[in-house]
């Protein structure tokens, strides 16, 4: 009885200040670079062309963010129902970008270093959507419960379904940023310009 009592009590405690039952996490951000030839702006950014990283294995990019999460989740049946107590999420983060192979003639190393200054800003905010969507997968989930599931299974496919909706809407936000920036007199657009009109 002991016990069953102390189990209430937590499970009580847990649901009034939910945050308790949060760890605190940090993502793990490197950066990868490939290399790439030339002397000039627009030798670099044909470089860039032939050698970018390829997003949905077709089209090649200036530079990408992509990520690798995975979940530590702690699941409890009270009373019948299932409860996600707890969640604690792995995150790395990895930014692909240019770095010339060689060094670069003094006129060109200044545009060059406004260029990739100006293009890892940007991937910096893909890895701060991803962030977002790890918090908000937090909030959404941990203290969620789902009744006559006495097995933690119904939850898992409700679970699937929010992590699905996140996500999707992690991918359309990032979609909206690159499509933002790389229009024309977007950021990206401009240091593209800037780069291989500055010789």
């Known amino acids: ?90 995150l790395s983060i990895t930014y692909t970008l240019p770095e010339p192979a060689r060094p670069l003639p003094a006129a060109t190393q200044r545009n060059w270093e406004t260029f990739i200054a100006g293009v890892k800003k940007h991937e910096l905010v893909h890895g701060d959507f991803i962030k977002e969507m790890v918090r908000n997968i937090e909030a959404a989930t941990v203290g969620l419960t789902v009744p006559a599931d006495p097995e933690c299974r119904k939850i898992k496919a409700e679970m699937t379904r929010r992590l699905g909706e996140l996500s999707g809407a992690q991918r359309q936000k990032s979609r909206d940023f690159d499509k933002a920036e790389l229009s024309e007199g977007g950021n990206i657009h401009q240091l593209i310009l800037d780069l291989v009109n500055g010789g």
Do not use: N
């Open 1 to 90: 009885m002991k016990s069953d009592l102390r189990s209430i009590l937590l499970l009580v405690c847990f649901f009034l200040s939910p945050s308790a039952a949060r760890a605190e996490w940090q993502a793990v951000e490197k950066v990868k670079a490939y290399a790439i030839t030339g002397q000039s702006g627009p030798e670099l950014y044909a470089s860039i062309g032939e050698r970018g990283p390829k997003v949905g294995g077709l089209v090649r990019a200036i530079a990408h963010t992509s990520f690798k999460l995975t979940w530590s989740r702690k699941y409890e049946a009270h009373g019948g129902a299932c409860v996600l107590v707890s969640a604690l999420p792995k």
